[in-house]
T-cell receptor
Framework: NAGVTQTPKFQVLKTGQSMTLQCAQD?????MYWYRQDPGMGLRLIYY???????DKGEVPNGYNVSRLNKREFSLRLESAAPSQTSVYFC????????????FGPGTRLTVL | GENVEQHPSTLSVQEGDSAVIKCTYS??????FPWYKQELGKRPQLIID?????GEKKDQRIAVTLNKTAKHFSLHITETQPEDSAVYFC???????????FGGGTRLMVKP
């Protein structure tokens, strides 16, 4: 099993550009999450999908949108990137919600100039 | 919402010593408390978790204690080794909720 995979690993954008971060898991997990990690601030939840067909806002959703394409895939879109969105983005999945072990992907390092 | 505070932000110990990291949480309904380890440039990985129906859990050199009354929980690492050097994150969530709230992290450095 590959676990949780993310693409791309690195990305540099100019202010105002858009892009989609891709995430997929092959563990048949119901729940998926997108976090951002900034220095000294831990991991903050952007959006989550408790199950296929549902998505909800997390702690810091402004400037982002998500799509739960199917049970395996959960994408994060930045419509108009801003320098404040420079961060490392992690996707995670868990079998049945937040009280299960979350398995993280390798992360995407995004820089917005 | 839930607020999780973690201390200290950095911790340096000699190899073989013990390390203790403490977290406090604000939501009395929280009942799941995992700890994640993140090595430099790597993804976070779960190392141990505890649920509110127990006060302590051990796994080899790692233990976690929970004080529900005081709303704090701690990670204890004994006989530290250089490979324990990493950033450790605590987190909290409630069973019926959908968010895992993380602390700010502790950078542990184990000196050989």
């Amino acid at each position: 099993n590959a676990g949780v995979t993310q693409t791309p690993k690195f990305q540099v954008l100019k202010t105002g550009q858009s892009m989609t971060l891709q995430c997929a898991q092959d563990m048949n997990h119901n729940s998926m999450y997108w976090y951002r990690q900034d220095p000294g601030m831990g991991l903050r939840l952007i959006y989550y999908s408790a199950s296929e067909g549902t998505t909800d806002k997390g702690e810091v959703p402004n400037g982002y949108n998500v799509s739960r394409l199917n049970k395996r895939e959960f994408s994060l879109r930045l419509e108009s990137a801003a320098p404040s969105q420079t961060s490392v983005y992690f996707c995670a999945s868990s079998p049945h919600g937040v009280s299960d072990t979350q398995y993280f992907g390798p992360g995407t390092r995004l820089t917005v100039l | 919402g839930e607020n999780v505070e973690q201390h200290p932000s950095t911790l340096s110990v000699q190899e073989g010593d013990s390390a203790v990291i403490k977290c406090t949480y604000s939501d009395s309904a929280s009942n799941y408390f995992p700890w994640y380890k993140q090595e430099l440039g790597k993804r976070p990985q779960l190392i141990i978790d505890i649920r509110s129906n127990v006060g302590e859990k051990k796994d080899q050199r790692i233990a976690v204690t929970l004080n529900k009354t005081a709303k704090h929980f701690s990670l204890h690492i004994t006989e530290t080794q250089p490979e324990d050097s990493a950033v450790y994150f605590c987190a909290a969530s409630r069973n019926a909720g959908n968010m895992l709230t993380f602390g700010g992290g502790t950078r542990l450095m184990v000196k050989p």
